[in-house]
Each structure stands twice: as structure tokens, then as C-alpha cells.
């Protein structure tokens, strides 16, 4: 199946806008502040999988505005705006007279039908705020069955598998991972030959982190212009579980005032003794912990009296742990500790050395 070139199409669409440009300063002076030639693209009909430049032409007549804020309806939009070609950061006072391009880049991957997305705009001055909107019926280019990765519910202690069929409508090979939310993997890249259809596997590794997860792949193609992504959902249940599960946030805290966070940690089935707990890197911390239920879920509060810039350390966890056979094992869950200290007025008014 034919399809028109990326340039072919973006050389019709600029011919397009500056054609409405010419047209509407013929019919009437533009007006004072920030006017776009073409607020409204529709692109038609493209194949899901490219990524669209695409550029909105603007003005500034009669007075000054600023642009503050460019935000996009989703991620598959990429905006920034330029004068004279040249990057031109948000907050940027543009002079009556300026003439700029607000470029977008639409990614299209991973989308299907008609779809409708823009770029909200808002600042000072006249014209502002406003809306840009681009509109697209999408047809896949890539069709990956099943269209999600959905692991289901795991205990989350040995890797998981689940795997994909991509088929193009041309032969392409997959060629690289372009992201992944951590920690899932893909097997079977990059692909050996070019071909219409191609098996690949998406791999969950052994994970501790408690609750249901989303997430999307994006794998790129030697088909120029051109990815697909792959959602991906599953849900960890372990036997044993900690909340949090690998890292103790602590956010910005105010130096040497102490700050108390804590930690669930529990099983589903068999039975858990009280935990051993010792710190490492954390000065002065003071641990309790609480029995919430006897044999199942107990709680570990951390205190933590802040005296320096910055705070980075280990909670170690010893778990006595029997299994629903029987079987007895300590577990060990180390969790990692950050957070930042506060500056107090007599830092900020301190001298540089």
C-alpha cells in the first residue's frame, strides 16, 4: 500500500497555510496582539506511527505580548517556539512586528481514529489566551496483537513474560527500545530481518513494588519517521509486601526538628515474626515498631532529626518469614532513604566562603 512522503504532505500543508495567511491580510488587517494564520490544522488521514512536524505561523501587530505557558493536551505533542528560526524561551517579550513559528511535533503512535489534540497558550497581552488545534483520522501502521501487555496479577518474585505480534504494512525491522517505564524489558530487539511480522516478548523482572502499575513501550522501526508503543498494565500481590517498597521519600525537612515517616510491612499468607530493623548512613535515627497485627502486618517508624544539606541513607529489614509449606527463611528488604534540609534563615543570610 502506497503512502504520501512525510515531505510531499508537509510541503501541501505550509503551502495551505500560507495560502490562508495571504488571504486573511487581503480580507482584513490583522489584529492587534498575537494572531495565528492558521489556528486549526486538520492533517486528514495519516498512518499511526509517524511523528508530523507541523508549524503555526504567527504575528505580533500593534502591541507587545508574552507567551508564559505552551501546554499540549497530551504528550503526543511536543511545542516550542521560535523567531527567525531560533529557539525563543516562554516568557520571552515579543515586540510588535515580530512574525514566529510555534513548531509542534505530533506523535502519532499508538493512536487510532479520529483524534483531536492542541496547544493551550496562555501570557499577557492581546490575543492571549488561546487554543491551537490539530485534528487526524489514524490508521495503523503497525498492528500489534494482543494490543496490551497485561501481565494480571503477579507475586511479583520470578520474571513474567508476555508475548507480542507486530505486523506492518510493509517489511520493516524493530530496531530499538525508545522507552520503557522501569522495570520492563523487551526481548527480541533489534529484529534479525526486514519482514512484514515480527514476535517479540515484553518482560516483567522479579519486583517488590506493591499495587497496580501502567505503562507504555515505544519501539522504534527503520521505517523513517515511524514507532508503535504497547501499554503495558500488571498488579503485584506478593506474599511478603512493604509500603513503600524500595524507596523512603522524605521530601525537603527542617534542620533539627525531627521528622517521623514509617513503613508497612506484611504477608498474605504463612506467617511473619517482629522484624529486625537497623539503619545505615542515617545518624541518630530512632526506630520503633508496632505490632498492628500479631503474625501479619506490623509498622516501623522511622525518626529522623535532620542536620545537614541533604539525607541518604539504608532502612534494613530482617524478616522472619514461614512460608504457607512451612518453611522458614529470614528475608531481607533493604530500602533506600532520601530527602533535603531546609536552609534556616542564619544559612541564607551566611556569608559565601
Same mark, same amino acid.
Request: include cysteine; proline fraction near 8%.
Given at each position: 500500500?502506497?503512502?504520501?512522503?512525510?515531505?510531499?504532505?508537509?510541503?501541501?500543508?505550509?503551502?495551505?497555510?500560507?495560502?490562508?495567511?495571504?488571504?486573511?491580510?487581503?480580507?482584513?488587517?490583522?489584529?492587534?496582539?498575537?494572531?495565528?494564520?492558521?489556528?486549526?490544522?486538520?492533517?486528514?488521514?495519516?498512518?499511526?506511527?509517524?511523528?508530523?512536524?507541523?508549524?503555526?505561523?504567527?504575528?505580533?501587530?500593534?502591541?507587545?505580548?508574552?507567551?508564559?505557558?505552551?501546554?499540549?493536551?497530551?504528550?503526543?505533542?511536543?511545542?516550542? &517556539? /521560535? #523567531?527567525? $528560526?531560533?529557539?525563543?524561551?516562554?516568557? =520571552?517579550? +515579543?515586540?510588535?512586528?515580530?512574525?514566529?513559528?510555534? *513548531?509542534?511535533?505530533?506523535?502519532?503512535?499508538?493512536?487510532?481514529?479520529?483524534?483531536?489534540?492542541?496547544?493551550?497558550?496562555?501570557?499577557?497581552?492581546?490575543?492571549?489566551?488561546?487554543?491551537?488545534?490539530?485534528?487526524?483520522?489514524?490508521?495503523?501502521?503497525?498492528?500489534?496483537?494482543?494490543?496490551?501487555?497485561?501481565?494480571?496479577?503477579?507475586?511479583?518474585?520470578?520474571?513474567?513474560?508476555?508475548? &507480542? /505480534? #507486530?505486523? $506492518?504494512?510493509?517489511?520493516?525491522?524493530? =530496531?530499538? +527500545?525508545?522507552?520503557?517505564?522501569?522495570?520492563?524489558? *523487551?526481548?527480541?530487539?533489534?529484529?534479525?530481518?526486514?519482514?512484514?511480522?515480527?514476535?517479540?516478548?515484553?518482560?516483567?523482572?522479579?519486583?517488590?513494588?506493591?499495587?497496580?502499575?501502567?505503562?507504555?513501550?515505544?519501539?522504534?522501526?527503520?521505517?523513517?519517521?515511524?514507532?508503535?508503543?504497547?501499554?503495558?498494565?500488571?498488579?503485584?500481590?506478593?506474599?511478603?509486601?512493604?509500603?513503600?517498597?524500595?524507596?523512603?521519600?522524605? $521530601?525537603?525537612?527542617?534542620?533539627?526538628?525531627?521528622?517521623?515517616?514509617?513503613?508497612?510491612?506484611?504477608?498474605?499468607?504463612?506467617?511473619?515474626?517482629?522484624?529486625?530493623?537497623?539503619?545505615?548512613?542515617?545518624?541518630?535515627?530512632?526506630?520503633?515498631?508496632?505490632?498492628?497485627?500479631?503474625?501479619?502486618?506490623?509498622?516501623?517508624?522511622?525518626?529522623?532529626?535532620?542536620?545537614?544539606?541533604?539525607?541518604?541513607?539504608?532502612?534494613?529489614?530482617?524478616?522472619?518469614?514461614?512460608?504457607?509449606?512451612?518453611?522458614?527463611?529470614?528475608?531481607?528488604?533493604?530500602?533506600?532513604?532520601?530527602?533535603?534540609?531546609?536552609?534556616?534563615?542564619?544559612?541564607?543570610?551566611?556569608?559565601?566562603?
Amino acid at each position: 500500500m502506497n503512502r504520501q512522503s512525510l515531505p510531499a504532505r508537509l510541503f501541501h500543508l505550509l503551502a495551505i497555510l500560507c495560502l490562508s495567511w495571504t488571504t486573511s491580510c487581503s480580507d482584513s488587517p490583522a489584529p492587534d496582539g498575537l494572531s495565528f494564520a492558521q489556528p486549526v490544522i486538520d492533517l486528514g488521514e495519516l498512518w499511526a506511527g509517524e511523528v508530523v512536524p507541523l508549524e503555526f505561523p504567527f504575528r505580533v501587530t500593534g502591541s507587545e505580548v508574552r507567551i508564559d505557558t505552551a501546554l499540549p493536551d497530551c504528550g503526543c505533542l511536543q511545542p516550542r &517556539l /521560535t #523567531v527567525n $528560526g531560533e529557539f525563543v524561551p516562554l516568557g =520571552t517579550v +515579543l515586540a510588535p512586528g515580530t512574525e514566529g513559528v510555534l *513548531v509542534v511535533d505530533y506523535h502519532t503512535a499508538g493512536f487510532q481514529g479520529r483524534k483531536f489534540t492542541g496547544v493551550d497558550l496562555t501570557g499577557s497581552g492581546l490575543g492571549l489566551p488561546l487554543k491551537l488545534e490539530v485534528q487526524s483520522w489514524l490508521r495503523p501502521w503497525f498492528e500489534v496483537t494482543p494490543r496490551f501487555a497485561d501481565f494480571g496479577q503477579v507475586q511479583g518474585d520470578i520474571e513474567q513474560v508476555v508475548q &507480542l /505480534t #507486530v505486523v $506492518g504494512q510493509e517489511p520493516f525491522q524493530m =530496531t530499538s +527500545l525508545l522507552g520503557a517505564a522501569p522495570p520492563l524489558q *523487551v526481548r527480541g530487539l533489534p529484529s534479525l530481518e526486514s519482514k512484514k511480522q515480527h514476535t517479540f516478548q515484553v518482560v516483567l523482572p522479579p519486583t517488590t513494588a506493591e499495587g497496580q502499575h501502567f505503562g507504555v513501550l515505544n519501539l522504534g522501526t527503520d521505517q523513517e519517521g515511524f514507532a508503535f508503543t504497547v501499554p503495558v498494565s500488571y498488579r503485584v500481590a506478593g506474599l511478603l509486601w512493604t509500603i513503600p517498597d524500595e524507596k523512603i521519600l522524605l $521530601g525537603e525537612l527542617n534542620q533539627s526538628v525531627e521528622f517521623f515517616t514509617q513503613v508497612e510491612v506484611g504477608v498474605r499468607a504463612g506467617r511473619l515474626e517482629l522484624p529486625q530493623v537497623v539503619t545505615k548512613g542515617l545518624p541518630d535515627a530512632v526506630v520503633r515498631i508496632e505490632t498492628v497485627v500479631e503474625g501479619s502486618r506490623y509498622r516501623v517508624q522511622l525518626g529522623i532529626t535532620p542536620g545537614s544539606e541533604h539525607i541518604g541513607g539504608e532502612l534494613i529489614l530482617s524478616l522472619p518469614y514461614t512460608d504457607p509449606t512451612g518453611k522458614s527463611e529470614v528475608l531481607e528488604r533493604r530500602m533506600r532513604v532520601f530527602g533535603a534540609v531546609k536552609k534556616t534563615k542564619e544559612d541564607e543570610n551566611a556569608p559565601p566562603d
